[in-house]
């Protein structure tokens, strides 16, 4: 099997890691990405399975993503959230009309016995979307932030209290009991892959769950493919979500080597390639002597078009090792 | 206390009978009106507790209704409903998005622990509805439709096949061991209603679920509060709804006449007076036969004013008793 026709793993959280997947899809041939998603934000609200980053990876490799939100569906409409206030419901997690039928389809699959697994491969279907989209387990893991006090489900956290809180601690309850994605373990052990891809998802809440669950960093560890990072810390910024306001609060440094000591030091010899921003070429003497292959270009995605060219970058990088 | 002062208890289903009340509200003091609702059509749909008649009463009393639909609310959009139909979803039951707020409202309630009737009282307050909506019980009664062939829930039979199969008959599961709504079986103790009127609804799924609750008719019955019906069948038709079709199929002349043996082969002595519309009046001797009281006057209710003509005829009939 030729690396062309070998598949690609890559790992994402929600909106960051979807647009380099997207990417990758553009750049890939139908069916040859492979994406294992972060389901720590998963949570049961009003009686609903809510997937947030399942969704945003299904919503935008299927171009129905709402650009200008950064969330939720194109030409989305909030009715049931506006009859919902008058009625004095809780508001605070914003259910759009047309996601609203996610939620009810994937709900209402899960109670008729189908596996989080199957309903994802089921709505990515439905949606057209030829990429294979994975939750990471089908176990129930489910991220808690640790802030000042008081410990808060990841969406109490990031929705309700926008993230204000300060953070001091993740901790990510039932992962011991979790199995990482059976068809994703499968081909690592066929050696289907042949590069892995790190989203610019964050460290903390999107990429830990998964790389934590029980067997799956040492699998890709000790699999021939290499393993290509792209930080998601771009001159001291987040592109996207509260990673460098965590990293801040935790002490970290607040750049793309604060995200590579990060990496290095909880999973050793994971990462082959790290790929940061052009802006921060300077930190690539100290990222390497972490013992990872630094590689710079530029890793902003605005539209489609540096999305395809970032990809095909990592996606070099993979083939050149 | 006069019979001005004291309550009115009406037993009602959904749209036939929501007219009526509506009409009784308009005449009454508020919170003078007791509405006890059939739930013999509730149903949990893709995880929600779904309660038709009772949204239909709050909906009509709260001023929300949908007049040209004939159900569901005003302005309703269909977004969720469009959405799930792309994904291949349930999409018989036709879930408006605000309609969606109150089941979603009511599910989470109900899931917190408070009972169908703490929520239908919750429901009210919120949209400003000063009747009290009793649901007919808390335990969950499910009508079942007997067609040729087969047995259909209430909504497969009523929404999903148009009421198109054959009806043999009909069961309510689970109302042998259904207990009648607490406040209204306190307010019958107490002597606290002047009058009890049961309005046009179907006789058959909707009226008897309510009246075969155990104990319930003959506590009707017993009480001195007059009990006053209206027919739901005018001139050989009934105004909404499938009861003239069930009546033929079910070989019962579909007539006035034919309702009023209806109830007083199964409720003897239940009724006081009858009320049949203008076009109806040679029936009246064959229905006062039976022995019950007959009374005629224009029962097709168009607008506002009919309503609440009929509702102050039949408070009429309740205190000249």
Do not use: L, Q, R
């Given at each position: 099997m030729s690396a062309a026709q070998r598949s690609i793993l890559a790992l994402s959280g929600g909106v960051g890691g979807a647009k380099l997947a997207l990417g990758l899809a553009d750049e890939l041939a139908p069916g040859q990405l492979h994406v294992l998603v972060n389901t720590g934000d998963d949570f049961e609200h009003m009686g609903l399975h809510i997937s947030p980053d399942i969704d945003t990876l299904l919503y935008t490799l299927s171009g129905m993503a709402n650009e200008e939100l950064g969330w939720g569906q194109a030409g989305e409409t909030w009715q049931t959230m506006e009859a919902l206030e008058r009625l004095g419901g809780e508001t605070w997690f914003r259910l759009g009309d047309k996601d609203m039928a996610t939620h009810l389809w994937r709900t209402r699959q899960l109670q008729q016995g189908k596996s989080l697994g199957e309903v994802t491969t089921g709505l990515a279907q439905q949606l057209g979307v030829q990429t294979h989209v994975h939750p990471m387990t089908e176990e129930p893991v489910r991220t808690t932030v640790h802030c000042a006090g008081e410990n808060l489900s990841f969406q109490h956290y990031f929705v309700r209290e926008r993230c204000e809180p300060k953070v001091s601690g993740f901790s990510f309850e039932g992962i011991s009991a979790a199995r990482p994605n059976r068809n994703t373990m499968r081909l690592l052990q066929d050696n289907a892959f042949s590069s892995v891809v790190i989203c610019?998802?964050?460290?903390?809440?999107?990429?830990d769950p998964i790389l934590q669950l029980p067997g799956l960093w040492l699998a890709l560890r000790d699999n021939p493919a290499p393993v290509v990072l792209v930080s998601p810390i771009v001159a001291g910024l987040?592109?996207?979500?509260?990673a460098a306001k965590m990293m801040a609060e935790l002490g970290v440094p607040v750049t793309a080597l604060g995200v590579a000591r990060h990496y290095c030091a909880r999973y050793p010899g994971l990462l082959d390639y790290f790929v940061i921003d052009d802006s921060d070429a300077t930190l690539a003497d100290d990222i390497g002597k972490l013992g990872v292959e630094v590689a710079v270009t530029s890793?902003?995605?605005?539209?489609r078009a540096d999305k395809a060219r970032l990809a095909r970058f990592t996606l070099h990088l993979g083939e050149a090792s």
């Open positions: 610019p998802s964050n460290p903390f809440v999107s990429v987040a592109i996207k979500g509260p890793t902003v995605m605005k539209n």
